[in-house]
């Protein structure tokens, strides 16, 4: 090889390596991501998330069997209205969720159910397929808030319980196989 040829090389070798470092550098200072999952994996459930529906599942394609995976948590963000699903830092399924709770770590204990009803000051609510976390709230998804039904896009819609995230109904259903002292986090 000619030296001009291996000058080339070289310059285009080391621009793809600069290229590459900036990019990581942007996404790891990127707000849509959580630390404590890998990139890829988020990357990969961000592209099955559907739009949120209170009648339909967050994500395209099946829920993951629970009971098949490895130390799972649960990560809760308010700002992104999202439920991770994390086993082994990998996100397995996100959940669209409207995040009515003050930052906590706790756990999921061995109390759920099908039915639910809350009552706040002037505020009832009733809920499906709920589970308990601790004594501070529920995972559920509601059914009517004050005696009207809750339907399509409740994030959009601001129907809100205190103390509760608040997820559509097949993906309430599907987390109440969450095990017992699953750690959640909510941020």
């Not at 200072?29 to 890829?40: G, R, V």
């Not at 439920?83 to 003050?102: F, Q």
């Not at 639910?116 to 501070?136: D, Y």
Request: proline share 4%; net charge positive; aromatic share 8%.
């Amino acid at each position: 090889m000619n030296k001009e040829l291996k000058v080339m090389i070289y310059s285009a070798l080391s621009l793809l390596v600069i290229l590459l470092v900036a990019i990581n550098i942007i996404n790891l200072n990127s707000s849509k991501y959580i630390n404590e999952a890998t990139i890829s994996s988020q990357r990969v459930a961000l592209n099955r998330l559907k739009h949120p529906n209170l009648t339909r599942s967050s994500e395209v394609g099946k829920y993951p069997q629970l009971k098949k995976q490895k130390k799972i948590k649960l990560l809760a963000t308010k700002g992104t209205h999202r439920l991770y699903v994390i086993s082994d830092h990998k996100v397995i399924y996100i959940v669209n969720a409207e995040v009515n709770i003050a930052p906590t770590v706790t756990t999921i204990n061995a109390a759920r159910g099908e039915y639910t009803f809350h009552v706040n000051g002037n505020n009832q609510g009733i809920s499906n397929n709920w589970l308990n976390f601790r004594k501070l709230g529920y995972i559920e998804s509601p059914y009517s808030i004050n005696n009207h039904r809750v339907r399509g896009n409740w994030i959009k819609n601001k129907y809100s319980l205190p103390c509760t995230i608040e997820v559509s109904r097949p993906d309430a259903k599907w987390l109440r196989q969450v095990p017992k002292g699953t750690a959640i986090i909510v941020r």
